[in-house]
């Protein structure tokens, strides 16, 4: 989301975020090249594709597979773009022009919900690509001091139930009033942490008992 809204730099910019961070995997797929962007900056830095990679990686999808948790306002910078950047040229902060906060503080750093940067996101996707079909396949919060919480808290879990009913809401009205053809979701948690550890780990058992599961 751009830091300026009436900045048509930091519009710019924000664009060019998504597509260093996302359209350099997914152009590829869809249209068998990486981003303008990405190559004016870039330049011969970035491989080429021959023609056979391109036969086999353009059109190989069968829908398009999301990991989404938040997002960030975006500034762009000015001059000549540092040798080592790999972002766009552009600062990635978490607050606006404004001084409003992107999202609430959470245990991890980087991670500030915003609902609306989600159905903005999936509408842009939607636009650039053609209108695929959507699976959300990761989409989760971590909450602010959560492992130093008493288990009653923790088992009141009103902030990620928050998190999870902006984010649903924000799906569902990107496909009922957007369009997007967003048809499955995948709730982020610790499972997909815990469970490669079963064969490993003695107590995860227990831990996971003690969940219930």
């Not at 048509?8 to 260093?20: G, S």
């Not at 869809?30 to 981003?35: C, D, I, N, S, T």
């Not at 990686?57 to 975006?74: E, P």
Request: net charge negative; charged share 25%.
């Amino acid at each position: 989301m751009p830091w300026d809204e009436d900045d048509p730099l930091d519009v710019a910019a924000a664009t060019r975020k998504i597509e260093f961070a996302i359209s350099w995997f997914a152009d590829p797929v869809y249209f068998g090249k990486y981003p303008d962007s990405m190559l004016k900056q870039l330049g011969d830095r970035l491989p080429k594709f021959t023609d056979e990679e391109i036969a086999l990686v353009q059109g190989s999808n069968d829908f398009y597979g999301m990991n989404h948790y938040c997002a960030n306002y975006i500034r762009h910078r000015e001059g000549e773009p540092a040798p080592e950047d790999f972002a766009g040229h552009l600062e990635i902060l978490y607050q606006n022009k404004k001084g409003e906060w992107i999202g609430p503080e959470t245990q991890s750093f980087w991670l500030r919900p915003n609902p609306l940067g989600f159905r903005k996101l999936l509408k842009w996707l939607s636009d650039r690509y053609g209108g695929p079909t959507f699976y959300v396949t990761e989409n989760g919060t971590s909450l602010k001091g959560e492992s130093q919480l008493p288990l009653e808290e923790l088992l009141d879990d009103e902030f990620r139930c928050e998190y999870f009913r902006g984010y649903v809401g924000a799906m569902a009205d990107a496909h009922a009033k957007d369009g997007v053809d967003v048809r499955g979701y995948s709730a982020w948690s610790l499972m997909e942490y815990v469970l490669p550890l079963l064969p490993l780990s003695p107590i995860i058992p227990v831990i996971l008992k003690s969940l219930g599961t």
